[in-house]
């Protein structure tokens, strides 16, 4: 059942329940207005720019997207000088913007929800496995670029 727990999975819960809570739980609260609408494109297109400069960096490492899998490379160049995680954050930017697209901001809490499941099942066990394999050169990453922004 492994391949049930990937990141895409969770964000797609995350995307459905923010979308769900906009529907049925309004609350009143509103963000109808031009300014969220482009806040909402800036952030799915940054957050999708950021995936795509990931995705794109580690397959010219050579190296796995997949988070269960051993890496074959230490990726520290392109997008990856800026953020450890940038998939990560990108799946961030794109559930925050379609929360604002969708005006539900009740759901806005799922933003650093999401995060918080991404950092304890991916990141960490990522993070270890990088460390034993790389040790020495992993830690001078981590001192150097933050892991998120």
Do not use: C
Not at 6 to 34: C, F, K, R, T
Not at 60 to 65: D, L
Not at 71 to 100: E, M, S, W
Request: glycine share 6%.
């Amino acid at each position: 059942m492994k391949w049930i727990d990937i990141p895409p999975v969770w964000l797609i819960a995350a995307l459905g329940a923010a979308y769900w809570l906009g529907l049925v739980q309004p609350w009143g609260l509103s963000l109808v207005h031009p300014l969220a609408q482009f806040i909402a494109a800036v952030l799915i297109g940054a957050g999708l720019i950021l995936m795509v400069l990931a995705v794109m960096e580690m397959r010219r490492q050579k190296t796995t997207v997949i988070p269960h899998l051993d890496a074959n490379n230490l990726v520290q160049t392109g997008i990856f000088k800026r953020t450890r995680n940038p998939i990560y954050l990108g799946d961030a930017l794109l559930l925050a913007g379609f929360i604002l697209r969708w005006d539900a901001p009740v759901a806005l809490p799922l933003v650093p929800v999401l995060l918080w499941v991404f950092e304890k099942r991916f990141i960490i066990p990522e993070e270890d496995r990088l460390r034993r394999k790389f040790r020495q050169e992993f830690h001078r990453y981590t001192q150097q670029t933050r892991r998120w922004i």
